[in-house]
């Protein structure tokens, strides 16, 4: 073995590709600690907001229902009728889910306050001078919202536009 190539064939695996196991799961954990670094403080697409809300509400109210099966039963209206009991229990199997979302949502509004104040106002700053130069121009303003972001600096600004 000659000095500084470190155990024999190291070198040889590493140029076709192969990287030794240790260093693998060193960059393996690297990457996953700085990708949760920088994970976002808020939902920027109401896509996002809706699968999570989905996953989530449907984790739990399939754990309800394997646990507790018989727990509705009790619980259906006596004027809905006995072909409809099995469409009520689907109806409230996606109850956690609606509620989620629209906690999801509401939680997702004040975090858009909290965190993004700066990019907000700057999004506020854009709209009003499009809107301004279409006063002067005489012409219409497309309504392009990409992200929750945009929708919110929008409706901000709901006093100095209208829909034709």
Known sequence: MRKGLGRP??????????????LFAKLDITHICIRTAVMARYYRRTGMIFWQSFTLGTAFA????????????NRVPSWLGLRFV????????????????????????????FFAGEELSKRRAKIMGTLVDSVISS??????????????????????????
């Open 9 to 22: 064939g190291c070198c040889q695996r590493r140029a076709r590709g192969h990287l030794p196991t240790k």
């Open 62 to 73: 399939g754990a309800w229902f394997r646990f507790y099966p018989a727990s509705l039963d």
């Open 86 to 113: 099995p469409l009520f229990k689907v109806a409230v199997f996606f109850v956690p889910t609606v509620v989620a979302f629209l906690a999801f949502c509401l939680v997702n509004v004040l975090l858009i306050r």
């Open 139 to 164: 012409e219409a303003v497309i309504y392009q919202c990409d992200d929750l972001l945009d929708r919110m600096a929008w409706k901000s600004l709901s006093v100095f536009w209208r829909f034709k």
